[in-house]
């Protein structure tokens, strides 16, 4: 049975915030990563489209890069959200991360035309800066490994008005 | 004036291995990066879509993570070409590197609307494993630093005939 993530966090980013390529549920051609806990963990779960590819059979590293990006700070979120006391449907606003730093050991070739399966497991370093280990599975095999820092949105991300 | 690559490496890919989302010639919905010589570092300039936001008026970090990727192996490419005594152009067929690794620092965010010029130092590790180091500019600022790990194309990213 394919897994499927049920309450993702990007779906209640504040709307202002929903406008990311990879995950913002207001951008109309943008990748729609969504990302929920699974247990103690978080997934996000992503079939490539048929452009992205690497070569043909494989999918490209810079969407892989991109699934851990979103992922990341999808799960940094999810892990502030919890230790305020809130879980995604009560009504509270979430915080919104942005990327710090970005790592990834792509471990083996990532098929296309099946859906992958990016876990992580979140570590707290300061109350506004979160590391999030990710494994992104195809087929049940791991295929990369990533590490992303994730920061508290600084002010200089808010809208100037 | 606007930077403007001119020999990419690229344009020169064998067909079979011209399919990639990030710089490929032949995907028709991807981003076609081309990377070139400038001097004794690489060059690859592009100017992000406008649904490659992270949030409006910034740029989408995954879009940047690609640019870096692909930057990074296009560059390897060309300088193991070199190595082996040719240039883009001469109608010898360059070596196609896949990335081992990628790390990206999002430095500042990155404005959108302006080209990106990555610039790239590369390194030899091993005859077959090249490292890169990357540096993205946004109006003449570095907003995000990057290294690759490329290593020649191994045999299992290789049609199966």
Known sequence: MEKKVVNAVQDIYPDDFAWCYGCGRLNEDG????????????????????????????????????????????????????????????????????????????????????PLTAIGTVTEIHPKKWKVDVEVFANDAVCARGEVVAVVMPSSFKKQD
């Open 31 to 114: 990748h729609h990563f969504r990302t929920g806990w699974q247990g103690e963990q978080t997934m996000t779960v992503y079939t490539p489209e048929k452009e992205h590819k690497a070569i043909p059979g494989f999918v490209y590293g810079g969407l892989i890069a991109s699934l851990i990006d979103c992922h990341g700070t999808g799960s940094a979120s999810l892990a502030l959200h919890r230790k305020n006391g809130h879980e995604v449907g009560d009504g509270a606003e979430p915080p919104r991360f942005v990327t710090a730093s970005l790592k990834v050991d792509f471990v083996k070739p990532t098929p296309d035309g099946v």
